[in-house]
């Protein structure tokens, strides 16, 4: 399967614990996104890296939160003291750049859904 | 602050029939229109983009139209069937803004046999 991929599918931790998210985007892609979907609603921005640089990063992602993509391939996201507000389904998504003439279609991973008791 | 609003929330269809979304924009910055389908427990999938330079879009039975005056543009689903059931999102996103998508509230799809 060439497709984005996202580790775990499930997590369910405690408040007060930290947890980490994997994507693994399309192996040509260069460009990252993660969004954040709650039930019932449109997935939410939350960050974006071109390669291995965080170019922008949502209001949405307070302080606890980190992402990070060594050497522009997979990514992590990172959320320490985790609170019962972050249960969410965690989406991550790949693109090309436009500058490459193709267009900014973004494929999406399944999700890792996060459960905070 | 949601720039960009969907309806209906939800609809039901009959087999057959014709499903029709409808989203609104306010930022005419937005150059990039796509349309996403969710199924439960999995990530959006991307069914069929527009861009502003044309009205309208045809991939087998979906149909984005769009109107730039209005900043609106709207899904159809022709013959809808009922592996067609799923969550439809509609978006925007703009080419100086690194594609981030601004993503509708979304519409829950019912076919019913």
């Known amino acids: 399967d060439t497709g984005v991929s996202q580790d775990p599918r499930h997590k369910i931790t405690k408040r007060g614990q930290n947890v980490t998210f994997r994507c693994d985007p399309i192996?040509?892609?260069?460009?990252l996104y993660w969004y954040r979907q709650t039930l019932g609603q449109g997935p939410e921005f939350l960050t974006y890296?071109?390669?291995?640089?965080?170019?922008?990063k949502s209001r949405l992602l307070s302080d606890r939160f980190s992402a990070e993509r060594p050497k522009g391939s997979f990514s992590t996201l990172e959320i320490q003291r985790t609170e019962q507000g972050d249960s969410a389904m965690y989406l991550c998504a790949s693109s090309l750049d436009r500058t490459s003439g193709m267009n900014n279609e973004q494929f999406f991973g399944p999700g890792t859904r996060l459960t905070v008791l | 602050q949601q720039q960009v609003k969907q309806s209906p929330q939800s609809l039901i269809v009959q087999k057959g029939g014709i499903s029709i979304i409808n989203c609104a924009y306010e930022n005419t910055a937005f150059d990039y229109f796509p349309w996403y389908q969710q199924f439960p427990g999995k990530g959006p999938a991307l069914l069929i983009a527009i861009r502003p330079d044309v009205s309208e879009k045809k991939e087998g039975r979906f149909t984005i139209s769009f109107n730039k005056s209005a900043k609106q543009f709207s899904l159809h689903i022709m013959d809808s069937q009922p592996g067609d059931s799923a969550t439809y999102f509609c978006?925007?996103?703009?080419?100086?803004?690194?594609?981030?998508?601004?993503f509708g509230a979304g519409t829950q799809v019912v076919v019913t046999p």
């Open positions: 192996s040509e892609h260069n460009r």
């Open positions: 890296f071109q390669n291995e640089a965080q170019l922008e």
């Open positions: 978006a925007a996103s703009r080419t100086d803004s690194w594609g981030k998508l601004q």
